[in-house]
């Protein structure tokens, strides 16, 4: 696979930071982005001492992040996800997105909650514009063992604009070790970001912290 300069909007917290070092460790740039350079650069230095030097890794703020790279990931708190994306709106015009958040609504974290243009990365798409590439992906895997280095027990069903993107996303999700599918437009996402409610109440119930999905009868 080609490598890219990866940018990761909220890419100091657990799922960007998790992201980003599995695709440095395969590989590619990645841009840690922040509301704050020097939050950026704390972030980079955890990742740098997780890859034990190795990797090419940067922080700077979201916008240079967005401007800076081949592709962008969006990964913060749902309650930020309009307002990031409004903020960023220029600097992604042409950029592929991927986004990995989950309109989650605290406290009631274990109930399905989908925003009014039918889920988060529908709402990506109707503040980019109907011509941008979105790519709903990577909601059900939590940020424990992409951190730990740990084999990933869960699959990954992509949603997107156009096929080409979600490929490119398939693929980029397969070089970190997890089997990716192709889960097809973006309106099936609703499905998707619905699964993690899901997963956060089994894994409260179950007593564990990655439960995970898995697709069967496909050889
Ligand atoms: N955690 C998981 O295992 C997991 C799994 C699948 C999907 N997700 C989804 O991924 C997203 C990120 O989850 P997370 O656990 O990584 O979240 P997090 O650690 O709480 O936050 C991620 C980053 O978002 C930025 N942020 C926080 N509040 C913001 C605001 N008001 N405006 C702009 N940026 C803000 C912060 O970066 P700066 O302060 O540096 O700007 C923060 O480091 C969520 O939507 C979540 O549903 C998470």
Redesign the pocket.
């Known amino acids: 696979m080609d490598k890219y300069k990866i940018g990761i909007i ?1 890419g ?5 930071k998790g992201l980003g070092y599995r695709w440095a460790l395969a590989g590619h740039t990645i841009l840690i982005g ?3 350079e020097e ?2 650069q704390a972030a980079v230095a955890e990742l740098k001492e997780l890859l034990h030097g190795e990797g090419e890794v940067f922080g700077m703020v ?1 916008e240079q992040a967005v401007r800076a790279c081949d592709i962008a990931v969006l ?6 996800h309009k ?2 994306l409004e903020g960023l709106k220029d600097a992604l015009q042409g950029k592929l997105l991927i986004d ?3 309109p ?1 609504v605290p406290p009631k974290v274990t109930r399905v909650t989908m925003p009014e243009e039918g889920s988060a990365s529908q709402q990506a798409r109707a503040v980019l514009g109907p011509d941008s590439k979105v790519v709903a992906a ?2 059900t ?4 063992r992409l951190l730990s280095g740990e084999l990933v027990d869960s699959e990954v069903l992509v949603c997107g604009t156009d096929k080409e993107s979600r490929e490119l996303v398939i693929g980029l999700a397969e070089e970190i070790g997890l089997k990716a599918w192709d889960a097809g437009v973006i309106q099936n996402a609703v499905v998707v970001e619905g699964l ?1 409610s899901i997963l956060i109440g089994l894994n409260i119930k179950y007593n564990v912290q990655s439960a995970g999905i898995r697709i069967t009868g496909i050889a």
């Open positions: 909220g100091t917290g657990r799922e960007g922040s509301r704050s939050k950026a979201n990964t913060v708190p749902f309650a930020a307002s990031t990995v958040v989950v989650l990577f909601q895997i939590s940020f424990e993690t």
